[in-house]
């Protein structure tokens, strides 16, 4: 070991002792810092990560290795010194590995002065360091196998600069062969094998964070078959002394070395599952919520992927990670789920089912050649089948395409949240009420509250109904459901009028308006520790009685799909002044498509003062002159325990008729009275905000003769930018969102008197550099306003934006008659089979957003011209409001994962600029440091050396003396 480092120390020396190091290293730090901030756009992108560094990483390392490499042997054998060398008391071995170590702890040095950047990351934003470890690692890894490669070939010739130029040709091809550019002329396993070939490829597997048993052994192998190969290179040069025996031993060995790194990498090539999840949400690894969902599934479950061998380029390097995601729900499931990776395009059976039953049709996609362009016809599809029910997610819901200064980046969504959410959807979708009672481990009860001495002869036409439709239910049931009947005014009853009051939350109905009397008639369902209050229908009907029963069982149960009721504004179009018709501006089909993807949507129809019981949660979005019926629904499905979500905003979007400019108009939403009795009021005002969300503009620019239009960001204070410490983080409503733009938002303000037994929460706020205005014109004017386009208001504050309460309500209708609404012909009638209920249970939820604009598909589309960050964090921060009202927290928490939480403080161009060149200057200062601290330590060695030859002659003078 000691000839290892003395051999080590003299090759440092020789980069040292020139400005040979300086010259290398500073290359390589202006290199990196020049594509991270100018090329990669650091500050553009927003998010606190390194990787685009590192995405450069194999391509740069590439030239500097091999400017380090082509001296190490040719200039050895052109100087005449390497027959010193060989002459040394060291062998082969320990001549190459002490060149090698030289040459990785040059590498080493060259990226530990990188470490600026990723600390400077982490001060800015929530920095991964995950990542970070994998891109050093993955780092040293490339390093070693290029630096291997670099000393074999500069043992081949006396030449520097052909060693130069025949390391980067080589290392470029091992880069090269992996890459999108190559493997898009092949396809099916050749791809597999090309990939697993390069040194790129296998780069961004370590660099993403997950380390793979697979890639370390193929970095370990590469560069151990280069050192033997340099170790016999440097042992061929004295082969004419010796026998032909020994020439052949030498090469069975080397032959017999180099087989086994060959063997070992195909064999270990199929072992998928032994890797490292290096990330702090393990994005790369499924969830225990996944696990726990496909290992219990009651039957056999089937995930056919139909890629095409033949496919856009882009979409190649994704097969393999589609597969090994495969592979692992596979595992998790044991057994229960099978997975299929099929090209339709290469058995015309099996795309003919593709086609006809599944409705899977292939994507053209345009390649350019070198000399032409053609058209291919691709399949990038995933079926999840279970039973006869059966899911397709496409190609929009499984790729991320991402624009960057290199060109267009193609990545995988969230696929585990896309294929857990469609087994669920899938599999929990469409039970029936006897298999929901098979998989029971413990009978539920059903209790029918009855005040038989009160109870309105009215009502008994539907307790005879429901009596019948529970025993039947019962009697199927195999002893997993009791049923029976309870009158809580009778003395000696399990249980008693004041237990149902206070203990469960369920208000006695009055037997008449305004009557001291009252009587209870609810259903309550029991299902081990979760309790569900029925309220019967106002009709005797028996498809009614079941489904709201069959919607308990499925609330108290777990993992079932739920149910979600949607009211938006009719989209009907209207007259301006001149009589020309126009559409309305405002429309909310992505927020549809959004909750669509994880829930059974339905239309909520307010009109008929009842929601239906099967609604687990009700979404109001942009409500507009709702009457008192509509109120009277809403305010019911709260009363009776039922989640409400409202995205309102006292303001409409308009166009104004004469300068077709965008405008505002006030609104009279029809709930603001009834919001102020639960304790919320949403204030006619528009919050602005210095923080927030650019605006794109088309603008002409003149180019030459030539007059051009380009979109530009400027400014825009009604799209307020919340950041996540504006958020309440231990609400998983806002869990995982980085950024969101809540566009043309008023304050939500709490009565905290009427708060007092409630939980609540402020789920996002504005910054405390905020203000309010009561004007409707949104177009800015930067010649008034050059700053902002808008006047600024005195008064800043941090206002609130959406708030949730969970808890009893009392109810808006209390001690009032019910509304009437309107017939067909006219004519106003009550419904008298609506009875109102004066007080919910502790488990109603509630969420207010003060605006409806940051989920219109208008504004989104605006948003999307520049970055579709803000239109993915909006529509996932209407999701997971939904989400945490119906308590479905699984696919929550899975689609938190990956999510770019890593987001950077919101900078001035003159503080990214300061940062900029403190990396630049503090890069400089360690570099330079580390110069002259060797150079000082050679001194220091030389005026050692010197005074040790001092002392050797006086002593040998006076020994001679």
């Known amino acids: 070991m000691k000839q290892i480092i003395a051999i080590t120390r003299k090759e440092l020396n020789s980069y040292f002792n020139s400005l040979l190091a300086v010259i290398f290293l500073g290359t390589f730090l202006a290199a990196i810092a020049i594509i991270f901030f100018s090329v990669e756009r650091f500050f553009g992108r927003g998010i606190a990560d390194i990787r685009p ?3 450069w990483m194999p391509v740069l390392l590439i030239f500097l290795i091999s400017a380090l490499t082509m001296r190490q042997w040719s200039e050895e054998q052109r100087s005449g010194t390497l027959e010193i060398l060989l002459s040394l008391p060291t062998s082969h071995v320990q001549l190459v590995l002490g060149k090698f170590l030289a040459v990785m702890s040059m590498i080493g040095i060259a990226l530990l002065l990188t470490l600026p950047l990723p600390i400077m990351v982490s001060l800015l934003g929530n920095l991964d360091w995950g990542p970070v470890f994998g891109g050093y690692l993955a780092s040293i890894l490339i390093a070693a196998a290029y630096a291997s490669i670099g000393l074999f070939i500069s043992s081949r010739t006396d030449n520097q600069i052909v060693a130069l130029i025949l390391t980067v040709i080589t290392g470029g091809a091992f880069y090269l062969i992996g890459s999108a550019f190559f493997t898009g002329f092949f396809s099916g396993v050749t791809v597999e094998i090309l990939r697993s070939i ?7 597997s370590i660099q993403r964070g997950v380390i793979d048993l697979r890639d370390l052994i193929y970095y370990g192998s590469l560069s151990a078959f280069f050192l033997t190969l340099n170790i016999l290179s440097i042992d061929s040069m004295r082969w004419s002394q010796q026998p032909t025996p020994y020439r ?8 017999l070395i180099c087989l086994n790194l060959l063997l070992i990498n195909i064999w270990v090539y199929p072992l998928y599952g032994l890797r490292l999840d290096l990330t ?15 290992s219990t599934l009651p039957e056999q479950l089937l995930i056919r992927a139909y890629l095409s061998e033949k496919t856009h380029p882009l979409l190649s390097p994704l097969i393999p990670q589609v597969s090994d995601m495969l592979k692992e729900y596979e595992i998790a499931s044991r057994g229960m789920l099978t997975t299929e990776i099929i090209d339709p395009i290469a058995d015309p059976e099996i795309e003919t089912e593709a086609n006809q039953a599944y409705g899977i049709q292939p994507t053209p996609f345009q390649i350019a050649g070198r000399n032409e362009s053609s058209i291919i016809n691709a399949y990038f599809n995933i079926l999840v089948r279970y039973g006869d029910q059966s899911i397709v997610i496409g190609l929009d819901e499984l790729i991320e395409v991402q624009q960057s200064a290199t060109g267009v980046n193609v990545s995988l969504k ?7 959410s469609a087994i669920k959807k899938t599999v929990y979708g469409f039970q029936s009420i006897d298999s929901i009672l098979a998989e029971l481990q413990e009978p539920v009860k059903l209790t029918l509250l009855l005040s038989q ?8 036409e539907i307790v005879v109904m429901i009596n019948q439709v529970a025993n039947q239910i019962q009697d199927q049931s195999n002893g997993k459901l009791i049923f029976e009947i309870v009158d809580p005014d009778i003395d000696g009853a399990s249980i008693t009028r004041q237990q149902l009051i206070e203990e469960i939350g369920i208000e006695p109905y009055p037997v008449a308006l305004f009557s001291q009397d009252s009587y209870f008639f609810h259903l309550l369902l029991q299902n081990g520790e979760q309790g569900q209050i029925i309220y019967p229908p106002t009709e005797a009907n028996e498809a009614d009685i079941r489904l709201s029963i069959e919607s308990a069982l ?3 149960s777990s993992g079932f799909l739920k149910v979600i009721g949607i009211w938006t504004p009719p989209q009907t179009s209207t007259q301006d002044m001149f009589g020309q018709t126009q559409q309305p501006i405002s429309s909310y089909q992505f927020a549809v498509e959004q909750l669509n993807s994880d829930y059974e949507l339905q239309y909520a129809d307010l009109s008929t003062g009842r929601i239906p019981d099967n609604f687990d949660a009700v979404v109001v979005i942009a409500p507009q002159d709702l009457g008192e019926i509509e109120q009277y629904a809403l305010d019911q499905f709260l009363m009776r325990g ?3 979500i409202l995205a309102i905003s006292p303001y409409k979007l308009d166009a104004d008729p004469f300068g077709g400019f965008l405008t505002l108009t006030p609104i009279n939403t029809g709930l603001t009275e009834m919001l102020n009795s639960y304790g919320i009021s949403v204030q006619d005002q528009l919050v602005m905000d210095t923080q927030n969300a650019a605006f794109p503009v088309t603008v002409n620019r003149d180019v030459g003769q030539v007059q051009v239009q380009e979109i530009q960001a400027v400014q825009y204070p009604f799209f307020v930018d919340v950041r996540p410490n504006m958020m309440d983080s231990e609400k998983v409503i806002a869990s995982g969102l980085p950024a969101i733009s809540f566009n043309w938002a008023s304050p939500v303000q709490l009565n905290e008197e009427l708060h007092l037994s409630r939980e609540t929460s402020i789920i996002i706020k504005s910054s405390t550099d905020s203000w309010t205005s009561t004007s409707t014109s949104i177009q800015p004017d930067f010649e008034l306003y050059p700053e902002l386009g808008f006047a600024t208001g005195e008064t800043r504050s941090s206002y609130p934006l959406a708030v949730s309460v969970q808890g009893s309500f009392e109810s808006y209708f209390k001690d009032k008659p019910v509304p009437t609404f309107t017939n067909a012909d006219g004519t106003q009638s009550t419904n008298t089979g609506l009875i109102t209920v004066s007080q919910s249970s502790l488990n109603s939820r509630l969420v207010v957003f003060g605006s409806s604009g940051f989920i219109d598909d208008f504004p989104l589309q605006l948003s999307s011209r520049l970055t579709q960050d803000y239109v993915i964090n909006n529509l996932r921060l209407l999701q997971n409001a939904v989400d945490w009202s119906v308590e479905d927290t699984d696919l929550l928490s899975i689609r938190s994962r990956g999510t770019a939480t890593r987001v950077l403080i919101l900078l001035e161009s003159n503080q990214q600029s300061f940062w900029e060149i403190s990396i630049y200057i503090i890069e400089a200062i360690l570099l330079f440091g580390l110069y002259g601290y060797w150079q000082f330590q050679k001194r220091k060695n030389k005026s050692i050396n010197l005074l040790a030859d001092e002392q050797s002659k006086l002593v040998k003078g006076a020994s001679n003396e």
């Open 53 to 55: 560094m590192f995405s």
């Open 453 to 460: 001495t009160l109870l309105p002869a009215s009502e008994n």
């Open 248 to 255: 052949f031993s030498y090469l069975r060995t080397t032959a």
């Open 642 to 644: 039922g989640a409400v």
């Open 280 to 294: 702090a949400q393990k994005e790369f690894t499924i969830s225990q919520t996944t696990k726990d969902l496909i």
């Open 554 to 556: 499925k609330r108290t």
């Open 414 to 420: 969230n696929l585990e949240y896309n294929l857990t």
């Open 198 to 204: 390069g040194t790129g490829s296998r780069f961004e």
